[in-house]
């Protein structure tokens, strides 16, 4: 039956110019791939694939343009799958049939609508040496959507209903889903707001035929979102916005709502301010929060600026009441000399209190305050008009309170790219120390951790002839990472070459290769691959080989082919 129905296809895009065939259009798609995988644990597997996919549509109007244009499709696709495992063989087969039709109504006017329906039936088997399983799946969706414009605001909306039923030997499974939204919005010059509706309702029903459980559940719910925004000049932003959320399945609701505003005076000073709070109600349980923040930045000089800000967050819930506030405060200053050195320095302060009251673990309640200072510094320097650059950089945390941190973190590496040749080499290290105070004694626990790494690459590019291309890129990567006693190093040197070549304006080759090998877990991985692309007029062909092959100490040698054809044609 599938193939029937694909060689119609093929005969009615044929004989397109027998119809006029301007607003006929369609696709036709073959494709083959293959799939070895072999290893020294003697398990080889193959397998294979044959896809083909036919769609052919129409679109047109009657009478005008304005008045009505309808749009309708038709598709299959099929898919031959063959596994051969050495022991066993399995397949399957595929084949999926989909029909669509659009209308499109007044399409020029304030209120134009389109009504939409789509239909699909999905059969699949499956069979091995033991039985042959086959699956039926069927869908069908129908739906509008429009909208209405008016002097006064813009209105969308969409209603769609779905329906999907499937059969295999073991259940038989219904799906009913019903979505509407409408959106109300408008935007001028000065302010704008928007309200959007959605409401859902999804029915579900699986009964498995062996063990006789039924499962039937229903989930209607809603959502309401609002936002509105103003800017009464250049200095002013305020906006708002809330929500709400309802789902009769989980026993979910939530209601939200927030502001935020900005001033900008002038060109020195920016300052935002935000509110936002939630609540949210669960399975009988409520929880709410709330936060509050302020930020501002001040330029001194064009190259001093100092920022500052302000966060309060409390988090509440029938048990349990959590309160965070933190104060921040900080400066960078940036010079860039004549001779493209550019030097960056930044420092900055925070407060962090943070409050816990569990009303069922009163042992669990924690009142903590702590302090944390941060300072940086980032050089960076290009030579000339080459493109060579050198950077570095590092950085200075210390955090005080119930534990203390120490943390000193530093990078640098240089980079130059000239011509066909490029490199870069780069750095870094981090150390930190964190003194940790142990509960209901006098003793502490120091953690150390410690992390120095580098990696480097050179770069070859080049055309080769009128139409090729050559590049090609090999590194080293090494790190060494430490955590108290614990310390794991890699070093990882890797390569990859391409080169694509254009043969003619339809046909181009392209080809490439990569090692790489992992010497922590002395595991090597090396690939090729070899591909042609091939355009005939409208017919496009995309064929290609590779191969990729793992070996290591641990573990049996893996070697894994593929061959891959794909022929296309739209018209």
């Known amino acids: 039956m599938g193939k029937k129905s694909g060689w119609a296809c093929v005969v009615m895009i044929i004989a397109l110019p027998v119809f006029g065939g301007q607003n006929f259009y369609g696709n036709i798609e073959y494709g083959y791939a293959e799939d070895q995988f072999s290893s020294d644990s003697d398990y080889d597997s193959t397998r294979s694939s044959f896809t083909q996919n036919y769609m052919l549509g129409f679109r047109d109007y009657i009478y005008s343009p304005k008045l009505l244009k309808y749009d309708l499709q038709y598709g299959i696709a099929m898919n031959d799958l063959k596994t051969d495992n050495g022991d066993y063989t399995t397949s399957a087969n595929s084949k999926n049939s989909t029909y669509r039709t659009d209308l499109s109504f007044l ?180 929880y709410t929060n709330f936060n509050a923040a302020f930020n501002s930045m001040y330029m001194i000089t064009p190259e001093l600026s100092t920022n500052q800000s302000v966060s309060y967050f409390q988090s509440n819930s029938d048990n349990y009441v959590s309160k965070l506030t933190m104060v921040s405060a900080g400066g960078t200053h940036t010079k860039q000399f004549e001779n493209n050195l550019i030097v960056s320095t930044s420092a900055s302060l925070v407060a962090r209190m943070q409050q816990l009251t569990n009303e069922l673990n009163s042992t669990a309640n924690s009142d903590l305050t702590s302090y944390g200072t941060t300072i940086g510094t980032n050089v960076s320097k290009q030579f000339g008009s080459s493109n060579t650059r050198v950077f570095a950089a590092a950085n200075y945390y210390v955090l005080s309170g119930a534990d203390d941190t120490v943390r000193f973190s530093g990078n640098m590496g240089i980079s130059d790219n000239y011509g066909k040749f490029g490199y870069s080499v780069s750095g870094f290290y981090t150390r930190e120390e964190t003194t940790i105070n142990l509960p209901d004694t006098e003793e502490t626990q120091v953690l150390e951790m410690e992390s120095v790494g580098m990696d480097s690459s050179v770069r070859y590019n080049s055309s080769i002839g009128f139409q090729g291309q050559f590049s090609s890129n090999a590194g080293v990567t090494y790190s060494r990472n430490r955590y108290t006693d614990l310390v794991t190093t890699r070093l990882y040197p890797h390569a990859d070459i391409s080169f694509n070549y254009q043969l003619m304006d339809s046909l181009m080759w392209t080809s490439g290769a990569n090692v790489s090998r992992d010497m922590s877990y002395d595991l090597t991985n090396y690939g090729i691959f070899l591909g042609i692309n091939y355009q005939l007029r409208s017919v496009t062909i995309v064929t290609g080989a590779k191969m990729s092959v793992s070996s290591g100490a641990d573990i049996p040698e893996m070697i894994n082919k593929n061959l891959f054809i794909r022929a296309s044609r739209p018209f």
């Open 107 to 286: 399409n020029s006017s304030d209120y134009p609508f389109t009504l939409s329906a789509e239909k699909t039936s999905s059969p699949y088997s499956s069979s091995d040496s033991i039985a042959t399983l086959t699956t039926n799946q069927t869908s069908e969706r129908y739906g509008i959507n429009g909208s209405l414009r008016t002097r006064s605001f813009d209105l969308s909306y969409a209603l769609d209903t779905s329906t999907m039923d499937r059969t295999d030997p073991y259940s038989v499974e219904v799906r009913d889903n019903q979505n509407f939204r409408l959106n109300i919005s408008k935007q001028d010059p000065t302010s704008g707001f928007r309200v959007s509706l959605s409401e859902f309702n999804r029915n579900y029903i699986r009964d498995d035929k062996y063990s006789a459980i039924r499962d039937d559940w229903s989930d209607r719910g809603e959502e309401i979102r609002a936002d509105y925004t103003w800017h009464p000049n250049k200095e002013w932003n305020i906006g708002t916005n809330g929500s709400y959320y309802t789902s009769s399945y989980s026993d979910l609701s939530t209601v939200s709502a927030g502001g935020n505003v900005q001033w900008r005076p002038n060109d020195k000073f920016i300052a935002s301010g935000l509110l936002f709070g939630s609540k949210m109600s669960a399975a009988g349980n409520d």
